[in-house]
């Protein structure tokens, strides 16, 4: 029974690593496209500072790119999802997420 613990346990600690560090992955990519929606639909809107705005609620470090053409708006927000620390330093990971929007400034002089 405790050859089997001693076996078992660290493929358990590691399953578990990577699990929380799965879930960390997938709330910085919630987080990035959240920030796109709310700048890209600021930005059609004329609202000043779409970045500021796509920032705060982003993750930390990320970076936000609007291109206003024609009749839309684009943005992007790219981010790097940090490994867990000292467990796992290499399982670093680049999360992105794309928006776009009617600019309304544009529909409306049409």
């Given at each position: 029974?405790?050859?089997e613990?001693a076996?078992a346990l660290?493929?358990?600690?590691?399953l578990?690593?990577?699990?929380?560090?799965?879930?960390?992955?997938a709330?910085?990519q919630l987080?990035?496209i959240?920030?796109a929606?709310l700048?890209a639909?600021a930005?059609?809107?004329g609202?000043?500072d779409?970045v500021?705005?796509?920032?705060?609620?982003?993750p930390?470090?990320?970076a936000?790119?609007?291109?206003?053409?024609g009749?839309?708006?684009?943005v992007?927000?790219?981010?790097?999802?940090?490994?867990?620390?000292?467990?796992?330093?290499?399982?670093s990971m680049k999360?992105s997420?794309?928006?776009?929007?009617?600019n309304?400034?544009?529909?409306g002089?049409?």
């Amino acid at each position: 029974m405790t050859a089997e613990t001693a076996v078992a346990l660290p493929a358990v600690v590691v399953l578990m690593v990577l699990l929380v560090w799965g879930v960390l992955v997938a709330a910085a990519q919630l987080r990035c496209i959240d920030a796109a929606g709310l700048a890209a639909r600021a930005a059609a809107r004329g609202e000043h500072d779409p970045v500021g705005r796509a920032l705060a609620v982003a993750p930390a470090g990320a970076a936000v790119d609007v291109v206003e053409s024609g009749d839309t708006v684009r943005v992007l927000v790219e981010a790097q999802c940090p490994g867990l620390g000292g467990l796992a330093s290499g399982m670093s990971m680049k999360v992105s997420a794309v928006a776009v929007a009617a600019n309304e400034a544009a529909l409306g002089r049409e």
